[in-house]
């Protein structure tokens, strides 16, 4: 958690036009406020709406098996799901994420291209919050744009930045 950005007292808003700059980049934000749908769990001025949501994670493939080094032995994570095979985790912010790999609360994403195109896959568009939004499709052009808008969510240095705001 101490790799997320830490938003500074006071400040309410974060200005992403201070970090999107490239084209690709902007065709991200397009597409996270847009038909990505990625806002609408990740909404608010600082990309969380503090809901919780089962997302399929739990029933991702590398969650189908013990993870490696268990000792003593463990069962896998998919199998501690809270009810009738299912997990509901709360919306985290996505600011400082390029910081703060591997991705998802059991670490199951090694990158945020990875995180991202879990929200095109059958685990997520069968789970709770597939259903919420109706699922979401996304061409691979547009998985790699929102990656690349992510990623640029991140702040370096003393975090005080023009990017943040108190509005």
């Known amino acids: 958690m101490q790799s997320t950005t830490l938003v500074p007292n006071g400040v309410t808003q974060f200005d992403f036009r201070s970090v999107v700059r490239t084209e690709t980049q902007q065709r991200g934000e397009a597409v996270f406020f847009g038909n990505g749908k990625c806002s609408f769990c990740h909404d608010g001025p600082l990309l969380t709406g503090n809901g ?24 896998p994570l998919g199998e501690r799901e809270d009810r009738n095979g299912h997990r ?3 919306v985290p912010t996505l600011l400082g ?3 703060s790999a591997p ?20 685990e997520f568009n069968g789970s709770d919050g597939g259903s919420f939004v109706l699922g979401i499709q996304m061409t691979e052009t547009e998985i790699d744009d929102v990656a ?3 990623a640029a969510l991140t702040l370096c240095g003393d975090r005080r930045g023009h990017a943040w705001r108190a509005v």
């Open 88 to 90: 509901a985790f709360n």
């Open 97 to 99: 994420l390029a910081n």
């Open 103 to 122: 991705y998802f609360h059991d670490n199951s994403a090694a990158s945020i291209r990875e995180a991202v195109a879990h929200y095109m896959s059958p």
């Open 148 to 150: 690349a808008f992510l």
């Open 52 to 75: 919780s949501f089962d997302t399929g994670v739990t029933r991702r493939t590398v969650n189908a098996a013990a993870p490696p080094g268990c000792d003593p032995s463990c069962m």
